[in-house]
């Protein structure tokens, strides 16, 4: 499972042309899974989300998780991160979970961060055409990958 996380002051999804989901100041989560991808995957990624110290404290250092900050979650399935370009110049999704394993995993992942956090959680529509608006602050933009746990 691979992460892509941004510190956002806002973001939302549109689809054909209505706002679907939007937050404000927290974490917009960029998700996308591997057919080997198991619940202690998904366990282990909501874990590190939710303890990642990425929001400054009174002293401008980040060291403040998304708790903490009372901050808010936008979850959007991303296929893409899977992407192997190591061939010519059309991308390969080879190792991107098929929708049929893909959609169980994502909406477990959502559940999870329910959960095990008092953080709002919204979500994209999986398999939608999407379109993304977000404002990064810091720039903080950060990879996370369950299968690179060391």
Not at 4 to 30: C, D, F, N, P, W
Not at 35 to 41: F, G, H, I, V
Not at 48 to 63: E, S, T, V, W, Y
Request: charged fraction near 25%; aromatic fraction near 6%.
């Amino acid at each position: 499972m691979r992460v892509i996380l941004q510190r956002v002051t806002k973001a939302s999804v549109h689809i054909e042309g209505t706002v679907h989901a939007a937050i404000q100041h927290g974490l917009m989560l960029l998700a996308g899974f591997e057919a080997d991808d198991t619940r202690d995957d998904l366990e282990w990624m909501c874990r590190k989300i939710l303890a990642m110290r990425i929001f400054p404290d009174d002293q401008g250092k980040m060291n403040h998780d998304i708790i903490e900050s009372n901050g808010e979650l936008l979850v959007i399935s991303q296929f893409t991160l899977h992407a192997s370009t190591r061939k010519g110049n059309r991308p390969s999704f080879i190792r991107a979970a098929r929708p049929e394993i893909a959609i169980p995993l994502y909406e477990s992942f959502v559940q999870m961060l329910e959960n095990q956090s008092p953080c709002r959680v919204m979500s994209g529509v999986f398999g939608a055409e999407m379109d993304v608006h977000l404002v990064n602050h810091g720039p903080v933009t950060i990879m996370i990958d369950s299968k690179q746990r060391e």
